[in-house]
Structure formats: C-alpha cells, structure tokens
C-alpha cells in the first residue's frame, strides 16, 4: 500500500511539476527581455505568448530602427523568433535528457519597410538553421546553434556561406562561456574566386563586471582565444593580392580595485601584400589600469539616442569625463609591433602613460603637462626601396625624423613635461 501511495505521489508529482516549470520559465523569460530594453535603435519584445500544461509558444520580437539620409522614413528591420517551449523537470528537447526549466527551439521570421525589393537572393531556409536553449533551475542558459551552408547572390557576385555551430552556456551571475567554428565564405564575381576565408575557430570565458549580462553597456573580463587559419584576397596583380595564413588573437584581462588589465596577443604566420611576403608578424599590447566606471559612462554617453540627437552636448559630456578616467594613470604599452621581411626585420614599440601629480581636473591643459611617452623602432632601408619608398625615407632622414647607417633605418621618440623630442631634437607642438 506504501508503495502504491509513494507511486501515485511521484506521478502526480511528475504531471503537476511541468505547470509550475512552465510559470517559473515565463517569469525568467520576461525578466531577462527587461533587461534587455533601452538598446540604441532596437526594441525587444514578448508577443503572442501561450502557455499550456507541457509546452509553450511565444514570439520573440526584435525590432532595430536606422535613420538613411536619402529616405524620409527610417529603414525597419524586424526578426522574429518563434519558439516552441517544452516545460521541466525533465527535459530532452535540446541538449539530450536532463533537467531544468524549459527547452526551447527557435523558428525565425525576417521582415523590412523596404517598399523596393532588395537586390540579393539566397539559398537560405529555415531548416539551415537549429538554435536550442535549455534554461536551468538556477536560470543558466544553454544554448547551441547550427548553420548549414547556404548562398547568397547580389549583382556583385555570389557568397558561398559555409556551415558553423556556436555552443554557449551564460548564468545570471554574469559568467558566459563559448565555443564555435565557422568554416568560412568564399566570394566569387562571374563564376571567378575574389575572396576566401578560411575557417575560423573562438572561444571565450568572461565575466560580467559592471551592468547586467543582456543589458547593452555590460562590461566584461576573461579570456578569449580566436584563430583564422586563412584569407586570400585576389587581384589582378600580385601586387595586388593579399593573402595571410595562421591568424590568432588572443586576448585576457581582469579587475582590480576597480580597475581593468589587459593584454591582447596577435600574431600571424604568414603575410603576403604590396608584393612583398612577411612573416611572424607580432603584436604584443597591454592597456592598463581603465577606471571601469568611468568607462561605463562613457560607454553610456556613445550609444545613448540623446548623445546621437545632440553631438555637441555628447563631446562637453565626454570632455568633462576624460579628466576622471585619466586620474587612475592609465597606461598604453605596446610591448611589441614587428614582422619578419624579407630584407631583414621590423620591430617597434610603445609606451603611454600620466603621471598623477601632474594631472588637474579643473584643468584640461594639465593633461599635455602630465602625459610621458617613448617610442623607438627599427626596419631595413632595403625594405622601404623594394616597395618605391626610398625618396620618402631619405626625405624623413633629412627632416632628422629618422637615423640611419646605411643598411635600418631606426628612429626614437620622447615626450615629456609638454615637449616632444625625436632623435634627441626637439620638436614643436604646434
């Protein structure tokens, strides 16, 4: 009889908990699309929503506004996402078996107040298209999404859009995570290859730091990682033709006491441009010690509609912050700007920053008084007459903008307590 009253209990448990689950999911739906609100240009929205025992269906309406000078209407782009929702606790619809709130797939809808018709066909149909949401218990998101191949044709030529997938997972706590592949495009004009992008892979671990994960002005920090194994632009010439190979970017940065530090690595195996063939190309840079707050400001000033309306209010804004954000003495240090020719090597770096006791926030001359920079760099002269840029480089050594021995050309820049100097010369600011 216990058994019997424990089984009765568990299925009734079963078939009462989808209901609730289907409650909480509309709560948790509509709490993130307020989030959402206030975005430059767009509206978002809840429409059509009908909630069943088991499942759900709601639309989704994202609608983004532009402004184009040669309409007297602004141009209107509509997408709608058409979801169907299964409710927890128990979940297969995405993701295999689990367990959570909701599953949710997505159909998607297009449209515009383009009264002419756009000058493009596609391939494109909804079944190129899979994009599944599982949210949690806790209100974690996890998502994935397919793209088959697909083309695109303009009168210019043709797009051949290859397949991609994007896993992420995101919590209300403001951690996101994602991981994709794109296998690229290729361009082509009258049956002839102008464009290839090879395939691209990224990834990304960060955290939210100021604002809310889907509001517009978040800020964030982590890591991210993105690598390009290939793109080849054709001309008629060579020298005309730009192709590299092995592309990565990797980027991390973290807050401390209300500051942010950053450094980007970008380096790129192969290079081939202006005739001329390039290797182990480098780019080492670190930006330290951004005053987040103070950034999210100006972050808010850019893409609030009324700084767009009133350009001359958003720049007095702008200059009344730039004292504030420049008093955590940020510092710009590019550690490395150089690449390998085949006339010998190109190396060059950077150095910015304020000095704090000089800086006056009632004062903005003060920041020219406070600012300390140096930069230095090298490359081959034989480089510059391979590429037509010898009467250049003699006139800038005439100018003592650079030194040479016959063979590099090097140059050394300074400027502190308002003067510049270059070489050792000084130079005027005005």
């Known amino acids: 009889m216990k058994k019997r009253l424990i089984a009765t209990a568990v299925v009734s448990g079963l078939l009462v908990a989808p209901y609730f689950s289907g409650k909480l999911a509309q709560t948790e739906m509509e709490s993130m699309l307020a989030k959402m609100q206030n975005l430059p240009n767009a509206t978002v929205s809840i429409e059509n929503y009908q909630r069943g025992w088991f499942n759900s269906t709601a639309d989704i309406v994202a609608t983004i506004t532009q402004d184009i000078d040669t309409q007297v209407e602004p141009f209107q782009f509509t997408l709608t996402s058409k979801q169907t929702m299964q409710h927890g606790p128990i979940l297969w619809q995405s993701n295999g078996l689990g367990l959570g709130l909701v599953d949710i797939s997505y159909d998607f809808d297009i449209a515009h107040n383009q009264t002419e018709p756009l000058e493009f066909s596609h391939t494109f149909s909804k079944d190129k298209l899979e994009s599944y949401v599982r949210i949690g218990f806790s209100g974690a998101m996890t998502s994935s999404m397919y793209l088959k191949p697909f083309q695109v044709t303009t009168n210019e030529g043709t797009f051949d859009i290859h397949a991609m997938n994007v896993d992420s997972i995101m919590t209300k706590d403001g951690h996101l995570q994602f ?195 140096d930069a230095n760099g090298k490359a081959p002269v034989a480089f510059f007459n391979a590429i037509g840029m010898q009467q250049n480089i003699e006139t800038l050594i005439l100018q003592n903008m650079l030194v040479t021995d016959e063979t590099e050309v090097t140059f050394d820049f300074t400027f502190a307590n308002g003067q510049a100097l270059i070489n050792g010369m000084p130079i005027p600011l005005g």
Do not use: C
């Open 179 to 373: 991981s994709g592949e794109w296998q690229g495009l290729e361009f082509s004009e009258f049956s002839e290859k102008i464009l290839s992008v090879g395939k691209m892979q990224f990834s990304a671990d960060q955290q939210v730091v100021r604002g809310d994960i889907l509001s517009y002005n978040a800020l964030t920090v982590g890591d991210s990682n993105f690598t390009l194994a290939s793109l080849d632009v054709l001309g008629p010439t060579d020298a005309e033709k730009v192709s590299m190979e092995n592309l990565s970017v990797l980027s991390t940065s973290h807050e401390k006491d209300g500051l942010m530090y950053a450094d980007a690595n970008i380096e790129v195996a192969n290079i081939n441009a202006i005739g001329q063939q390039f290797k182990d190309f480098a780019y080492l840079v670190s930006f330290n010690k951004l005053d987040l707050d103070v950034y999210q400001e100006f972050q808010n000033i850019l893409m609030s509609n009324n700084a767009q309306q009133d350009p001359n209010l958003m720049t007095m804004e702008i200059q009344a912050l730039l004292p504030k954000l420049l008093a955590a003495g940020p510092e710009l240090k590019i550690k490395k700007f150089g690449m390998q020719t085949e006339q010998g090597e190109i190396d060059s770096q950077l150095n910015i920053e304020f000095d704090q006791d000089l800086l006056d926030a009632n004062n903005p001359m003060s920041i020219v008084m406070a600012l300390k920079a």
